[in-house]
DNA sequence: GTGAAAGCGCTAACAG
DNA sequence: CTGTTAGCGCTTTCAC
């Protein structure tokens, strides 16, 4: 293993230069510069990370703290993650990969030990237990995901309330009267997810002002469960017209189901889906939608982390505002029968 | 922050005495073990990784290198990363996240900065470019993938060419004579990826073997290409009656597009799938599949990882044999017409 | 069963 | 612009 002591030795200079030449932390004469890159190049040296660690007390990576649960909104998950690490890596840190598994104490355990100078936080809960952890230590982080209180933290999420909004708005000015919504599996609304919530009430807001009718059902992913909660729905509110989705494992057997039903889309039943936009253009009927601008939470997150890093820290909350695509999924209302 | 030193004054011991409590590298005294434990807690000490990292030349991080293209089998990747992450923490090691963005670079970086210990490299092409690196380090390493040569390194895969004999030999034993194999998007074939050409080469073997005639088509995902796709094998083989899909995108449409031509599953066509379990059950017809064990390949990677790391190395290639389950897409074949 | 002490490789004052 | 030097906090001989 090649150290800086040998470059040092190798360029004829002393360590701190080399270590300089390293950081940039001073000037440095152009020539003594080149010998030591020169000397770095031939030895095929790399600094240790311990070592760096351990003398300037940063470790240069960032936590990323992922749910456990590998069953909701897997690709934005990963869409996410890949894109913490990629910008993370353009500032010059790595990523550690922690799932929620260890609870808690992955909290506690990483920013003891000096593991990571930062961390991110995903899948935020309203209350999430992970919080108090993270306000009592000093660590900088960023949650993706807004707790019900978010005093003292850094947040970016969606604006779930505008997006809500945003897809009663749609329809409303379409013309649909009475409008579904098919929403993630129950589970997720009880351990109070709070874009689920939000988005929610955004959408009941809106549909008051509009005066638009909303019925809200979870639903399981899958077939099944989609065809049973399709049926509870047109039987409660036969006049229903205007489907929101939000359930990525709901999408394609809603539409395979109105098919089967001999309900056309747009013609006879407009649906407009919460999902990456991926999700959107694959679907057997390209949908219009709200994106989740996973790689944009990503990055957004990233870049507020290096800012506290670096210093320029400021506790806000960014709310990213949502934007709905028309493709081909939604059309005027049908006339009253 | 609580250093070792603190810890050994505060229970009135040296500091070995203290280090060799926390690694169990020789025997302590029951009393003093207990000592230094009580003024661990009290004092709320945590090691510092760089600084244990620095002395003891080991990390207790394995790298993960992920794709960066998110596109494929995202949900496979990421359960494969939990999985990885999950036992990797139960040895007491962490996982750095490396996107491919930063390409072989990364091994060089990541090996020669001491940063992670060991690396698993996913999503192995044929002839993967990370692999002379990897070779010329000497970081134990394991692959989940099986290049086109394996000599002196260690593979994690599903058996791929067993998984499409195994399809081969479902389909043929329930009477079907003309079998078409939706594939991947023809960018996967292109770049070489092991798992897909070799599944086409068990699949071809096992239909030679069993009089059968297979029809490979590659697909990319969603609705529209999945019904060019399916139009153009009936039109060129009328007679198909046994569909093998690996391309989960694929899936769906293909099992709508059959419905809306009136062709029933399983009575008309058979549809075996190459997919997670949960992506089969969730189908709008309960899919007869193969499954891809992605945690148990997380797994075992990390497994073998650590028996190297122990010096109980041993450059095995690992082929998981492949396991089909029966459910609701597959049937005899329908009488000839 | 326990202590003392020598580093691990690098950073960042301090000194010129 | 460059060199000297004192640690960073922990592991691990070596010695008792």
Redesign the pocket.
Same mark, same amino acid.
């Given at each position: 293993? !090649?150290? @800086?002591?040998? !470059? +040092?030795q190798h360029a $004829? !200079? =002393? +360590?701190? *230069? !080399? =270590?300089?030449v390293? =950081?940039g932390? &001073? =000037?440095? %004469?152009a *020539? *003594? &510069?080149e010998r030591v890159e020169r000397s770095i190049r031939e030895l095929g040296?790399?600094?240790?990370a $311990? +070592? &760096?660690a @351990?003398? %300037? +007390? &940063?470790s240069n990576i960032i936590a990323l703290m992922i749910p456990l649960r590998t069953d909701l909104y897997v690709p934005v998950m990963m869409e996410i993650a890949v894109a913490v690490a990629t910008t993370a890596r353009a500032h010059g840190y790595d990523v550690l990969l922690l799932t929620g598994e260890e609870g808690p104490g992955a909290v506690r355990r990483v920013t003891g030990s $000096?593991l990571a100078d930062a961390m991110i936080l995903m899948d935020v809960e309203l209350e999430d237990e992970r919080l108090p952890l993270l306000r009592g230590s000093h660590q900088p982080s960023v949650l993706i995901g807004l707790p019900a209180e978010a005093g003292g933290l850094t947040c970016v999420d969606l604006d779930w309330t505008a997006t809500g909004a945003l897809c009663v708005e749609h329809l409303a000015g379409l013309g649909h009267r009475d409008i579904a919504v098919i929403g993630e599996a129950p589970a997720v609304y009880e351990r109070h997810t709070g874009f689920a919530e939000r988005t929610l009430d955004g959408l009941r807001a809106r549909a008051r002002q509009t005066g638009v009718r909303v019925l809200h059902r979870p639903c399981e992913g899958g077939y099944d469960a989609m065809a049973v909660t399709l049926a509870r729905i047109l039987d409660e509110r036969p006049g229903t017209s205007g489907f929101v989705v939000q359930n990525e494992s709901a999408v394609e057997p809603l539409l395979a189901l109105l098919r089967q039903q001999g309900r056309a889309v747009p013609e006879d039943v407009s649906v407009i889906a919460i999902c990456p936009d991926q999700v959107a253009v694959q679907a057997s009927v390209r949908l219009t939608s709200v994106a989740i601008p996973a790689q944009e939470m990503g990055r957004h997150a990233v870049e507020h982390l290096m800012a506290k890093l670096a210093g320029r820290g400021d506790d806000e909350v960014v709310l990213i505002t949502p934007e709905l695509t028309v493709r081909a999924s939604t059309g005027p209302a049908p006339a009253a029968p």
């Amino acid at each position: 293993m !090649v150290t @800086l002591a040998e !470059v +040092a030795q190798h360029a $004829g !200079v =002393s +360590a701190s *230069t !080399v =270590s300089y030449v390293l =950081s940039g932390k &001073r =000037s440095i %004469s152009a *020539t *003594t &510069r080149e010998r030591v890159e020169r000397s770095i190049r031939e030895l095929g040296y790399h600094p240790n990370a $311990g +070592a &760096r660690a @351990l003398a %300037s +007390a &940063r470790s240069n990576i960032i936590a990323l703290m992922i749910p456990l649960r590998t069953d909701l909104y897997v690709p934005v998950m990963m869409e996410i993650a890949v894109a913490v690490a990629t910008t993370a890596r353009a500032h010059g840190y790595d990523v550690l990969l922690l799932t929620g598994e260890e609870g808690p104490g992955a909290v506690r355990r990483v920013t003891g030990s $000096g593991l990571a100078d930062a961390m991110i936080l995903m899948d935020v809960e309203l209350e999430d237990e992970r919080l108090p952890l993270l306000r009592g230590s000093h660590q900088p982080s960023v949650l993706i995901g807004l707790p019900a209180e978010a005093g003292g933290l850094t947040c970016v999420d969606l604006d779930w309330t505008a997006t809500g909004a945003l897809c009663v708005e749609h329809l409303a000015g379409l013309g649909h009267r009475d409008i579904a919504v098919i929403g993630e599996a129950p589970a997720v609304y009880e351990r109070h997810t709070g874009f689920a919530e939000r988005t929610l009430d955004g959408l009941r807001a809106r549909a008051r002002q509009t005066g638009v009718r909303v019925l809200h059902r979870p639903c399981e992913g899958g077939y099944d469960a989609m065809a049973v909660t399709l049926a509870r729905i047109l039987d409660e509110r036969p006049g229903t017209s205007g489907f929101v989705v939000q359930n990525e494992s709901a999408v394609e057997p809603l539409l395979a189901l109105l098919r089967q039903q001999g309900r056309a889309v747009p013609e006879d039943v407009s649906v407009i889906a919460i999902c990456p936009d991926q999700v959107a253009v694959q679907a057997s009927v390209r949908l219009t939608s709200v994106a989740i601008p996973a790689q944009e939470m990503g990055r957004h997150a990233v870049e507020h982390l290096m800012a506290k890093l670096a210093g320029r820290g400021d506790d806000e909350v960014v709310l990213i505002t949502p934007e709905l695509t028309v493709r081909a999924s939604t059309g005027p209302a049908p006339a009253a029968p």
